[in-house]
């Protein structure tokens, strides 16, 4: 690619490709944003508004894979699979049980640390920039484990964790009651991790970085693509119901809906969608200032600007399967062991698509037969995590400039 400013069309306006927009546009291209939703109102709107660098450990690892048969009994357990899809995600559930090896473990933490250790820079460039900065409050977070024994055998993340550079500390029972007196544990451990912090509101961020990127020139336009094309005289994305879209480079940051696209202009990589649910409470009648993470439980209780979310689960089905909001419901129940003075009234559930790698690495790469195409996709539960540094590193490949990172961890081709 030559150094030249290009007119970049960018699929999918989520945290991801909003933060790819914004980046460009900085860097002086013309963009264009397409996403057949607003900015910020598909998976970006309902996650755990957590930002979550430590969190490098891949999901497929030796601990998952003895609790989860267990886990696959319980049909409003941490994770499940619809029975009927069965077929359509047991490839993905193959490779994904292959890639937690010990080897794999730390090869793929590693890769997430690279990009993690700068999470917290490339926010606050962004955010300092865009005027945005009143959205993210430097919280920490605290991991709640029910007994003594759940610590112990999760305690190896946390020392990974350690030594690839995020610390934590253990909280005693009076450091615990400061930082979140609503909380009862009884005789569980928790642990205080201070690089996390959190958004008020991630939909509402989402659509300020985006709407920052168009008042410096970034086009939106609303559609959802049914399909793209890229060659030597650049690329185009035809929009459902007609229309089409022309420009010099393509990125994809489509999120759960991105191999549909690859695979018209290269391939499909191992990804599915991992859906994940969540409960708005917007009067829980507690205060709570810092996110509270069941490591027990897996799911979060994170403060918004309105309300309290409850959000977790992991559910395997077709991208066009029917919720199953009771795996919302089941949430409320666990927060009131941990919040017994939670009010409940007017709850709200939500479902969203991860997008889901076998290895939990996100692809950011150059398309292996096209060099205008770009992929930005795959962040599983870390796409708000990950955009600001994904869109810099985007804006890097784009203009042929080093990213000042070993991208061979993340290239789309890695699994060849």
């Known amino acids: 690619m030559t150094h030249r400013l290009q007119h970049v069309l960018v699929i999918g306006a989520g945290t991801v490709g909003a933060c790819c927009a914004w980046h460009l546009a900085a860097a002086g291209h013309e963009v264009t944003l397409i996403d057949r939703e607003l900015p910020g109102q598909t998976t970006s709107s309902g996650n755990a508004a957590c930002i979550s660098p430590s969190q490098v450990v891949p999901f497929s690892h030796p601990g998952v894979w003895k609790k989860l048969p267990r886990w696959l009994l319980d049909p409003l357990g941490p994770l499940t699979v619809r029975w009927q899809h069965l077929?359509?995600?047991?490839?993905?559930?193959?490779?994904?049980?292959?890639?937690?090896?010990?080897?794999?473990?730390?090869?793929?933490?590693?890769?997430?640390?690279?990009?993690?250790?700068?999470?917290?820079?490339?926010?606050?460039?962004?955010?300092?920039?865009?005027?945005?900065?009143?959205?993210?409050?430097?919280?920490?977070?605290?991991?709640?484990?029910?007994?003594?024994?759940?610590?112990?055998?999760?305690?190896?993340?946390?020392?990974?964790?350690?030594?690839?550079?995020?610390?934590?500390?253990p909280l005693n029972a009076g450091a615990l009651k400061e930082l979140a007196p609503a909380l009862r544990l009884d005789d569980g451990v928790a642990i205080f991790v201070p690089s996390w912090q959190n958004t008020t509101n991630p939909a509402r961020m989402t659509a300020a970085i985006a709407e920052h990127a168009m008042g410096d020139g970034v086009h939106w336009r609303q559609g959802a693509v049914s399909r793209v094309q890229a060659g030597t005289d650049g690329v185009a994305a035809v929009l459902e119901g007609g229309g089409k879209v022309q420009a010099d480079a393509l990125v994809v940051a489509g999120g759960a809906w991105s191999n549909t696209l690859a695979a018209q202009l290269d391939f499909t990589v191992p990804m599915t969608a991992?859906?994940?649910?969540?409960?708005m409470l917007p009067d829980p009648g507690i205060t709570l200032d810092v996110p509270i993470i069941s490591a027990s439980r897996s799911f979060v209780m994170t403060p918004l600007e309105d309300g309290l979310r409850l959000a977790g689960t992991a559910e395997f089905a077709r991208l066009d399967a029917a919720p199953a909001y009771?795996?919302?419901?089941?949430?409320?129940?666990?927060?009131?062991?941990?919040?017994?003075?939670?009010?409940?009234?007017?709850?709200?559930?939500?479902?969203?698509?991860?997008?889901?790698?076998?290895?939990?690495?996100?692809?950011?790469?150059?398309?292996?037969?096209?060099?205008?195409?770009?992929?930005?996709?795959?962040?599983?539960?870390?796409?708000?995590?990950?955009?600001?540094?994904?869109?810099?590193?985007?804006?890097?490949?784009?203009?042929?400039?080093?990213?000042?990172?070993?991208?061979?961890?993340?290239?789309?081709?890695r699994f060849s």
Request: proline share 6%; net charge neutral.
């Open 87 to 169: 077929p359509w995600v047991a490839p993905w559930l193959w490779r994904f049980w292959r890639s937690g090896t010990a080897a794999g473990v730390q090869r793929c933490a590693r890769a997430q640390a690279a990009l993690m250790q700068q999470v917290s820079d490339d926010y606050a460039y962004l955010l300092n920039r865009a005027g945005l900065n009143h959205f993210l409050r430097a919280s920490g977070v605290i991991s709640v484990h029910d007994t003594p024994e759940a610590f112990a055998a999760d305690r190896w993340v946390f020392e990974l964790e350690a030594e690839l550079g995020f610390e934590w500390h």
């Open 274 to 279: 991992k859906r994940g649910y969540h409960t």
């Open 326 to 413: 009771e795996r919302a419901a089941v949430l409320v129940r666990h927060a009131k062991d941990y919040l017994p003075g939670l009010k409940t009234a007017q709850a709200s559930e939500w479902m969203g698509q991860r997008p889901m790698m076998v290895d939990s690495v996100p692809i950011i790469s150059t398309s292996p037969r096209h060099d205008n195409v770009f992929y930005a996709f795959g962040h599983g539960h870390y796409g708000l995590t990950q955009g600001p540094t994904t869109g810099r590193l985007i804006a890097a490949l784009v203009a042929g400039e080093p990213t000042g990172l070993d991208m061979t961890p993340y290239r789309m081709d």
